[in-house]
């Protein structure tokens, strides 16, 4: 019933940017965690960024003062001074922000949120 759609990947230099969106249908915003994943080839998911319904965010040390979330109804990431190691497909989530998983496992673990859209690449050369 939640539909969640990620656009805004590509493919970059080094030191470029790019701006993430993650469109969201079905339900009220103001009710959801969200979050950013990547999974790069032959690896786990991982945080990127979450943003919870507060607007209190968290950001993997990877990413801290290069990536930017926030959300305007819809969820959004802005990615500058990409480095190659940042190359994967990222993914945009969101579950209840009182779900008990964000409790028990934190907002940056990918088995605390239920929803998931398809996943856009970013490829920086």
């Known amino acids: 019933h939640v539909q969640l759609v990620e656009s805004g990947g590509g493919s970059v230099q080094a030191g470029g940017s790019l701006r993430l969106e993650c469109v969201v249908s079905g339900a009220t915003y103001a009710f959801y965690c969200m979050g950013w994943f990547r999974q790069g080839a032959d690896k786990e998911r991982e945080g990127v960024a979450s943003?919870?319904?507060?607007g209190t965010t968290t950001y993997a040390d990877s990413v801290l003062g290069r990536f930017t979330a926030s959300r305007d109804n819809g969820l959004y990431l802005q990615m500058d001074n990409l480095k190659p190691e940042d190359t994967a497909t990222y993914y945009c989530?969101?579950?209840?922000?009182?779900?008990?998983?964000?409790?028990?496992?934190?907002?940056?673990?990918?088995?605390?949120?239920?929803?998931w859209g398809q996943g856009t690449q970013v490829t920086v050369s």
């Open positions: 989530a969101a579950n209840w922000y009182f779900a008990s998983t964000m409790e028990t496992l934190g907002v940056m673990n990918p088995n605390s949120y239920k929803w």
């Open positions: 943003i919870d319904h507060d």
